[in-house]
Nanobody
Framework: QVQLVESGGGLVQAGGSLRLSCAASGSIGSINAMGWYRQAPGKQRELVARITSAGRTYYADSVKGRFTISRDNAKNTVYLQMNSLKPEDTAVYYC?????????WGQGTQVTASS
């Protein structure tokens, strides 16, 4: 079992920045990859960024060049630095961890970028 706790969401003006954090606990040694997803009202949940245990990263086209995913292994924490936020980035952001074929989710944190 893996437990994920997110923090760092909030309200910013368009063009602003936020940093999300996701602290993992439990069977963290079995995690293959961690990532951030988001879900806007009326839309499907989508992958925003992912980082593997080997350090490889993936970004959705819509956030490339603006968002950066990173991790602190000593703190078992993954971060999502979000710069140049746009109103279309407004959503609930969820942390995800994958161990083998099992996925775990955090409770979600609201990010709102106002125009």
């Amino acid at each position: 079992q893996v437990q994920l706790v997110e923090s760092g969401g909030g309200l910013v003006q368009a063009g602003g920045s936020l940093r999300l954090s996701c602290a993992a606990s439990g069977s963290i040694g079995s995690i293959n990859a961690m990532g951030w997803y988001r879900q806007a009202p009326g839309k499907q949940r989508e992958l925003v960024a992912r980082i593997t245990s080997a350090g490889r990263t993936y970004y959705a086209d819509s956030v490339k060049g603006r968002f950066t995913i990173s991790r602190d292994n000593a703190k078992n924490t993954v971060y999502l630095q979000m710069n140049s936020l746009k109103p279309e980035d407004t959503a609930v952001y969820y942390c995800n961890a994958v161990t083998g074929s099992v996925g775990y989710w955090g409770q979600g944190t609201q990010v709102t970028a106002s125009s």
